[in-house]
């Protein structure tokens, strides 16, 4: 993995912030895990509410973790004046997400100023064993001048 | 669009119990629309706890009612004792989810044994006019002689 | 669909100039069909060399027309100082592609200042009938102030 | 990466032999490098006949040997008489294919006995550096008892 330069030194906590003001993550349960220079990580416990037909995570919960793990690892190399829009991700499900927690893990493959793009994998944990049930490939857009704070 | 005929006619009831087993819809506030051969529509009225940080839908959201409209378009299609498994999808994500209510459409485009190819479309109703947010392009995966239904 | 306003009148001469130059499109034997604001035909004639393991257009060629097409359906609604850039895309291979000529329509769905997002489908022809073996979904980025035309 | 264990014993004269029929790449001018269980490299030495407008390889071209490249990772893999398909794939490019030659890396993440789903990377090697230009994502099908030769 390369070892990216962030541009703000405070990011990891702009991206917890950033994460906390998400409501859609309070109502699923996720939480940050690492937050490092162009990685993220997001768990999500299980919770019968999360689950499809078959009660396993739904794979909308389990591309929603994904997808936010990889838009705040594009976001923790950002400045501290610029916020975060997925423009475009795909995904393809490997594997039942069948476990006691899911765990997202974003990278960013290459920062640029405008797209950053990123991929993301997704595990979920049984037994203390984590096996991948999701990967995607993303790109995240940088929109300069519009801080991630909310309007006053 | 292509007139499809289902193989199961009663299409509808089986794609409406499925919906209802999936408690993540229920945790959503996600309703079934329209249910027609090839083609089914998922609605999501807004709640503060469905938003990013920005106030909109989460990007995550809007990929899960597409995704779900897009499963359940194939799944209208299949013979009764089979279930439907989404093997990959892709969405781009082409404006703000900003509005009193989401309205993904799913439609099939390619019906096929093993794999059918569906494309949906996210529209945010804002003041009773809808524009759309999303579009997305996924394959869907058919598990013959395994009933959607709950194991006993 | 939707009517487009391109922003250069001239749009139709700079995108057949732009196709003209790529070298690729000679190599293959593709041409130039209708070129419409945001929407744009590419016609590649069936010959042996553009062929996989089972005689049928390699799903490479699908794709190189199908993006291409896309790309210039873009491009045909930028200023003329402008050049365009694949993001990224993602296409599924819905039949095989066998037939006497393919043709490939791209089309702008969402334009932007940044980003425009295209679908594309790829038909094969065979003795009269056109039958879809290829659809797309496409991000294409605009590059201002660099003109698409060779450095002197 | 996972260690795979190939079905066929002569997996490695299955693919390339297969390679060997797809015209198109004796007409790009590309050659099998690596063949190893769930990975395949292919390269293809730079040709004007192969660019876009600005003299860099043609994102259709990258795409077409990473497709490749991925395709051949999962039939290596495969049992002698079957033959493989790509069913979809997704590609970033994140960089200009500028260089005196490309190579491209399809791998295996997950095997199926239906759905085997690869990744692939394409580099682009100038002056004997490699920079990554391009990153994709792939579903590919088994066809079982459809042995991947010509009809005779």
Not at 59 to 72: C, E, K, L, P, V
Not at 75 to 94: G, M, R, W
Not at 110 to 135: N, Q
Request: aromatic share 8%; net charge negative.
């Amino acid at each position: 993995m390369i070892d990216f330069q962030p541009a703000d030194p405070d990011f990891e906590t702009r991206v917890r912030d950033s994460f906390d003001r998400q409501q859609v993550m309070r109502l699923l349960g996720a939480r940050l895990g690492r937050v490092a220079p162009g990685l993220v990580e997001i768990e999500l416990p299980f919770r019968p509410e999360l689950t499809q037909q078959h009660h396993f995570f739904h794979a909308g919960i389990t591309a929603t973790i994904g997808d936010s793990a990889g838009g705040y690892a594009a976001f923790s190399l950002f400045p501290a004046d610029s916020s975060v829009l997925t423009a475009e991700y795909k995904i393809n499900l490997i594997a039942p997400a069948d476990g006691d927690r899911l765990i997202a893990t974003g990278r960013v493959i290459k920062p640029g100023r405008t797209l950053t793009v990123c991929t993301f994998e997704v595990s979920a944990e049984k037994d203390g064993r984590a096996k991948p049930c999701a990967i995607g490939q993303q790109t995240v857009m940088r929109l300069d001048g519009r801080p991630d704070t909310p309007v006053a």
